[in-house]
């Protein structure tokens, strides 16, 4: 059985920047983004039927979640499971956010192993953070524990642990060689715990430092 065609009647540049208008000889309008008109290749005069129009509505569909996440991609990256939770948060179904998701990893735009490195450096260079804080901070991304890792690893043998830990104290104008008080010594060791560094961290600069 021969599927019902239509024509298209006219294409029309919208107001809106790069979006055009699709009318068809049976009254419908839609329409559709400057990429999508060009990647589906029609053109006024064209006969279609249903299954073309549901293809270039579809190919509509993913360009709006494609630029949905490249809005979001231009504040930081992203990690993967983040993107794809901020995408389904819109309502866009989860076989198109995939689709799109997996699109964007083969351009680059998502790389999992990236953000680790780029979210553990700026952790290490603006914040002085310790591994168990960073781990901690990178749980709700979902990413690779062998990324953290190596990562990690890569990060501390650039910059030392004892050489950050003595930045936070010369920070907080620490004297050497001069006994803290209990309050002063609780204070400072929950200070840089909090800043995710363990004991075995913590007591061998104090002790270096003469603060113990």
Do not use: C
Not at 11 to 35: C, P
């Amino acid at each position: 059985m021969k599927k019902s065609q239509v024509k298209i009647k006219e294409i029309s540049h919208q107001k809106r920047r790069a979006r055009y208008t699709i009318k068809l000889d049976n009254g419908d309008v839609f329409g559709i983004s400057e990429d999508v008109l060009l990647t589906s290749g029609i053109a006024s005069g064209d006969t279609i039927d249903q299954d073309r129009i549901d293809e270039v509505l579809n190919l509509e569909y993913k360009s709006k979640i494609y630029n949905s996440a490249l809005h979001l991609l231009h504040y930081r990256t992203r990690s993967k499971y983040e993107l794809t939770s901020r995408l389904l948060e819109k309502d866009y179904p989860l076989s198109a956010v995939k689709s799109v998701i997996e699109q964007l990893e083969s351009m680059g735009y998502v790389n999992d192993r990236q953000f680790v490195k780029a979210f553990i450096r700026d952790s290490v260079n603006l914040k002085k953070m310790g591994p168990y804080g960073i781990r901690n901070a990178l749980q709700r991304y979902k990413v690779s524990s062998n990324f953290v890792d190596q990562e990690l690893e890569a990060i501390y043998h650039e910059f030392p642990i004892p050489s950050i830990i003595q930045s936070l104290l010369d920070k907080k104008k620490i004297q050497q060689n001069k006994k803290l008080d209990k309050q002063t010594l609780t204070r400072l060791i929950n200070f840089l715990k909090r800043k995710g560094y363990f004991w075995e961290h913590i007591e061998p600069i104090l002790i270096e430092k003469g603060l113990i």
